[in-house]
Every structure is written in structure tokens, then in C-alpha cells.
């Protein structure tokens, strides 16, 4: 890893898998990740406005961050089905990382993905995306903390 900080739990959990699997399988994987993001509440789905663009990524990304009651973050993405593999990062971001205090989420290493074995499977370009999206994140939730 090239930060040295360690990794949530649940984000742990998902590199190992990852790292683990055959290279077939993480493509597989990451495809699966992308079925499971979950669609935007209706509150940002009909005013996009309050969605942050990430330009640095090739395909459409959005993202906005909320607190909720315990002080944890909330993460919502929106991401185009035609991006499988942009949407499945957006997935594992939000399967491990929605709901989690702002700490943590800020404690993530900027380039976690790396370890991943996807760096054969994905183009540097959407590599490069997906540290642009992650830099994005921490910056919305520094700036709502």
C-alpha cells in the first residue's frame, strides 16, 4: 500500500477480496459492485444541482455527502450505467464507506484502489478517475465537517 494508514474494516474486507481473486473474477466483481450502487433519494434526483461534479473522471460523475442523526456521513453517487466500471468503484465506496464518521472516511489512503489487482484490468486513465473521485469525496467531507 502506498499510504500507510489503515483501512475501515468493511473497505479491508473488500480489498482482500479483491486482491484475492483471479483476475477474471475482479472484473466480475467490480461489475457486480455496480449493480448494487444504490439509486439517488428523490430529494437529488430531481434537483441535481446539489450534486458536485467530479471532472477529473472520463465518464459523468456526481456525488454529494450528508450527515446524518449519529454524525456519520452518507454518500450518494450518480453515475451513468454505461460507466460498469466507474459505477462499481462508486459501489464499493458506498457499501464501505456510507454511514461512517467523517474520521474515517478522511483516513482512507488516496490510492487504496492501487492494491486492489485492477491496475491490469482498468485503464490508467479511469485509475487516475478513481483517485480524482476519492480526493473529491474527502474534499466534500472536509468541507461538511
Given at each position: 500500500m502506498t499510504d500507510a494508514a489503515p483501512l475501515p474494516?468493511?473497505?479491508?474486507?473488500?480489498?482482500n477480496l479483491f486482491r484475492t481473486a483471479p483476475k477474471p473474477l475482479r472484473l466480475q466483481a467490480?461489475?457486480?459492485?455496480?449493480?448494487?450502487?444504490?439509486?439517488?433519494?428523490?430529494?437529488?434526483a430531481l434537483h441535481p444541482?446539489?450534486?458536485?461534479?467530479?471532472?477529473?473522471?472520463?465518464?459523468?460523475?456526481?456525488?454529494?455527502?450528508e450527515r446524518d442523526e449519529r454524525g456519520g456521513v452518507n454518500l450518494y453517487f450518480k453515475v451513468p450505467e454505461e460507466a460498469p466500471t466507474v459505477r462499481g468503484y462508486a459501489g464499493i465506496l458506498?457499501?464501505?464507506?456510507?454511514?461512517?464518521?467523517?474520521?474515517?472516511?478522511?483516513s482512507v489512503p488516496d490510492q487504496f484502489y492501487m492494491d486492489m489487482g485492477l491496475t491490469d484490468?482498468?485503464?490508467?486513465?479511469?485509475?487516475?478517475?478513481?483517485g480524482a473521485i476519492l480526493m473529491r469525496l474527502k474534499n466534500e467531507v472536509r468541507e461538511s465537517a
Open positions: 474494516e468493511k473497505l479491508q474486507q473488500i480489498v467490480l461489475l457486480e459492485y455496480s449493480k448494487k450502487l444504490p439509486p439517488l433519494p428523490e430529494k437529488y444541482e446539489f450534486l458536485k461534479p467530479v471532472p477529473e473522471c472520463a465518464s459523468p460523475f456526481f456525488l454529494v455527502t458506498h457499501e464501505a464507506l456510507s454511514g461512517e464518521a467523517p474520521e474515517t472516511i478522511l484490468l482498468i485503464t490508467p486513465m479511469r485509475l487516475r478517475g478513481m
